[in-house]
């Protein structure tokens, strides 16, 4: 596909219970970004990806939260030990280099912890 | 980052020019200003970004004050499927979303 792409769409989950969300960016495109959003809410900045620099993880809002992506491509974000605090809206972006470009994002999921 | 402050909505009348106003006194001389959007269940879509002169495409125009400190967003003719958040961004490496502005475009 030619847009961001992010899977599951739709995740409901115990709490306690890890949970993992994919972000397939852009072919090409070597920054990503993960978002989350809850309800009402603006966009909350959770960690990002340079190439094959260290990643930002300045906005993860604790160590349950990890994210890592394989071979400058597909991205996976963790979540050890939901709370219902982090159900919202998971959203991915990928721009095509890290700085002034846009950011295209995917449709995000949403992740319910009950 | 700078911080950018922007009302928490507007109304706008079915083909009208939509003016939305976004501060951001504490913009440094490296930073652009983005905006982008978000309608309804749908992941934020990018508008147009600036960094001292205006600019104009097919979606927006944007302008920007000579001292940098504050912008519009004008959509010339604006129409329902334009009902949406619009965020104003400053950046210089990451993007801090604030709570944006709601724009209602009424028939």
């Known amino acids: 596909g030619a847009g961001v792409s992010q899977s599951p769409s739709n995740k409901v989950t115990e709490k306690g219970k890890d949970v993992e969300l994919r972000c397939d960016p852009i072919?090409?495109?070597?920054?990503l970004y993960w978002y989350r959003q809850s309800l009402g809410q603006g966009l909350e900045f959770l960690i990002y990806?340079?190439?094959?620099?260290?990643?930002?993880k300045s906005g993860l809002p604790s160590d349950r939260f990890s994210a890592e992506r394989t071979g400058g491509s597909v991205s996976t974000l963790t979540i050890q030990r939901t709370q219902q605090e982090d159900s919202a809206v998971y959203l991915c972006?990928?721009?095509?280099?890290?700085?002034?470009?846009?950011?295209?994002f995917g449709p995000g999921t949403r992740l319910t912890v009950l | 980052d700078a911080k950018t402050t922007q009302p928490t909505s507007m109304d706008c009348a079915e083909g009208r020019a939509a003016n939305l106003p976004c501060n951001h006194s504490t913009i440094s001389g490296n930073e652009y200003v983005y905006w982008y959007r978000q309608i309804h269940s749908q992941g934020p879509q990018y508008i147009i970004h600036?960094?001292?002169n205006n600019e104009t495409n097919e979606m927006a125009s944007l302008i920007i004050t000579e001292d940098r400190k504050s912008s519009t967003l004008i959509l010339p003719h604006a129409t329902l499927r334009d009902t949406a958040v619009y965020y104003c961004i400053v950046r210089s490496q990451k993007f801090y979303f604030g709570s944006g502005t709601k724009l209602n475009v009424k028939p």
């Open positions: 600036g960094l001292k």
């Open positions: 972006a990928s721009s095509l280099a890290p700085g002034y470009n846009e950011q295209f």
């Open positions: 990806f340079q190439g094959n620099s260290a990643p930002d």
């Open positions: 072919s090409g495109h070597t920054a």
